[in-house]
Structures are given as C-alpha cells and as structure tokens.
C-alpha cells in the first residue's frame, strides 16, 4: 500500500474517469489520497503486497528457459521499445467502480470498458457528490509484465488544466489479473463547484505508463444525472 499526496480535489475513475469533489479555482486545498493494489495469477492466488508478487514472478521465471550454453530454445529478452508495443497491446481494462467507503454501496459501475477509443463518456449519478470518503477501483489485466505501473490524469474544467493526479501500481505479473483500489476524501460541500456547472464541462484525460513508457491513453467527458 502506498499514500499519496495529490494537489486536487476530484476522485476520477482510473483509466475513465470520474470527478467526484471539485472546489472552486484558484484555491484548491490537497487532499489525501490512498492507493491499494492486488495481483491474482495461476501462480499465487490473490496478493496485497508487492513483497508477494516477486516471488512468484520468480517461481515463473525459473519454469522458463535460461539463456546459456546447452539450451538451444533460450533467446534474448526483447528490446524495450517491443516490450512496450507488446505491453500496449496486452492491457485490458475489465471494470471499473465507484462506491461510498464507508458503506461499501455501489454508486457507478462500468464493464468492458473500451480504454482505446479517442473520447467516451461516462454518467455518475449527482449523489456520489454527497459522500463523506469515495471509493474507485479498476481491474485490470495484463499479458506483460510491466516494472512501474503508474497512471497519470490531467482533469480540465471548460477547456483548462484543473488538477492533476498521478498513482504509482508498481510491478505487474505477467499474464495477471489486477485490482487498483484508491480512497478520496471529500471536499467540504461548501468548497465544491455544484454539479450542474461541472457536468459536461469536465474531461479527463488519463494515461498509463510502464515507466517512461506509455501503454494507454483516453479521455472521457463527465456528465452528473
């Protein structure tokens, strides 16, 4: 698990996205911002830490053939601009969800989430704007493995940078299914812009990057029903 810092005051959907808590422009006080990641692979079953991830990549590892005298199937490892490319085209994004932390109720869900198309929209129902602490999730799954998942999101209101966010995933196992867990606290509502003036107004822009590499790229446009 890891805490981060974030200087912006919306709780986007990972990969689409979804404000949830915007306060007004200039002044835009941070908030705290937590992150959890679980891995499941044929290997290891479900793990919450990265301390549990390398020794299975490990266990994979050593199935695999070894570069070196006597084993004529062994081969280099791919140069890193055609491990991105293969990384680009094996990430999937599964489903994604939105729930009150402190009830568990679902408040938005999307499955088969197409993450390539240029721009999509998604609908967030206005009563998420009234939880106190906000839950996002993403599954995930990727046929790569990756050494430094992390996801940037630029958020624009009317055209213009309003926030940015950026969460660190960290190594992904090849072949795995993954669930990104992050926890927003809420504005005060006197602070936040109301929903009528964000819908339509806001679009997220989110990308995922394997280190200095990019995997995928989106953007989605906010309407609150």
Same mark, same amino acid.
């Given at each position: ?7 912006? +005051?919306? @709780? &986007?959907?990972? #990969?689409?996205?979804? $404000?949830?808590?915007?306060? %007004?422009? !200039?002044?835009v ?32 590892? +050593?199935? @695999? &053939?070894?570069? #070196?005298?006597?084993? $004529?199937?062994?081969?280099? %490892?791919? !140069? ?26 679902v ?17 967030? $129902? ?5 939880c ?94």
């Open positions: 698990q890891s805490s981060l810092e974030a200087e912006c +005051a919306t @709780a &986007p959907l990972p #990969g689409v996205c979804a $404000p949830l808590h915007v306060r %007004p422009r !200039p002044d006080p941070s908030l705290r911002s937590h992150s959890q990641q679980f891995e499941t692979c044929e290997l290891c079953g479900p793990s919450p830490t990265l301390s549990h991830m390398y020794p299975a990549s490990a266990k994979k590892a +050593a199935k @695999a &053939p070894t570069k #070196g005298k006597g084993n $004529p199937s062994s081969s280099a %490892p791919l !140069p890193e601009w055609k491990h991105a490319k293969a990384a680009r085209e094996g990430f999937r994004i599964n489903e994604m969800k939105m729930k009150n932390a402190e009830t568990g109720e408040l938005w869900h999307c499955g088969e989430w197409d993450h390539r198309r240029s721009e999509t929209s998604a609908r967030i $129902p206005k009563a998420i704007l009234n106190r602490v906000v839950a996002r999730e993403i599954s995930f799954s990727s046929r790569e493995s990756m050494k430094a998942l992390r996801m940037k999101q630029n958020i624009l209101f009317d055209g213009d940078l309003l926030e940015e966010w950026c969460f660190d995933f960290g190594f992904v196992i090849p072949g795995s299914t993954n669930s990104w867990e992050q926890t927003i606290e809420a504005a005060e509502q006197s602070e936040m812009i109301p929903a009528e003036t964000l819908s339509g107004n806001i679009l997220i822009e989110t990308e995922f990057f394997d280190g200095p590499n990019l995997i995928s790229q989106s953007k989605v446009r906010i309407f609150y029903v």
